[in-house]
């Protein structure tokens, strides 16, 4: 009976227009470029990845509700600690160049985001990585930063298979819009 008249309630207040109504979607975006900078011998890697937003529909009331960079990088090892740094990129960058070590890419040293893989984790998610970067994604939208994309840093040696897996890099975005 409750329900009942809850569900009768919302259908009046929605009659009269007195609630807000909520549009969700989700968009995974592949990277527009990519690069791998050059092995520097201190045994991480450095990458970088770009993503288009343009495609986002837009308008008045859009929530971000969550961003995040997903990847799976099959390449990592397995039997020890991998860390993972995310920051933004502070200029514009040509993967070309940058993969040849002629671009030394410039990104804010605050971190926006980090993800740990421990061999337990690898074992379970094999080199699933999760990295937030939802306040950066609503600067990008709002216009308040400039899109030049984003910084990843790892504690691993770059393998040979890790350029051809920067691809496989998808940036999550869950948004909607309140009216």
Not at 21 to 48: F, N, W
Not at 62 to 83: F, H, K, Q, T
Not at 95 to 119: F, H, L, M, N, Y
Not at 141 to 162: C, R, V, W
Request: glycine share 8%; net charge negative; proline share 5%.
């Amino acid at each position: 009976m409750r329900i009942f008249l809850t569900l009768c309630s919302l259908v009046a207040l929605q009659a009269f227009g007195l609630t807000t109504s909520i549009h969700a979607d989700v968009a995974k975006i592949a990277p527009e470029k990519s690069a791998l900078c050059p092995d520097d011998g201190s045994g991480k890697s450095y990458v970088l990845l770009s993503f288009d937003l343009s495609g986002l529909r837009s308008g008045e009331g859009r929530v971000i509700d969550e961003a995040y960079l997903e990847w799976i990088v099959p390449s990592l090892p397995s039997d020890g600690l991998v860390e993972f740094s995310i920051h933004q990129m502070e200029s514009g960058w040509d993967e070309t160049r940058v993969a040849a070590g002629q671009d030394t890419p410039d990104w804010k040293p605050d971190e926006e985001s980090g993800w740990s893989i421990e061999p337990l984790d690898y074992q379970r998610h094999g080199g699933l990585v999760r990295l937030s970067v939802r306040t950066l994604v609503e600067s990008w939208l709002e216009g308040t930063e400039q899109n030049h994309g984003l910084f990843i840093k790892f504690t691993e040696k770059p393998s040979a298979q890790l350029p051809g897996e920067l691809s496989e890099a998808r940036l999550v975005i869950r948004y909607g819009f309140i009216k």
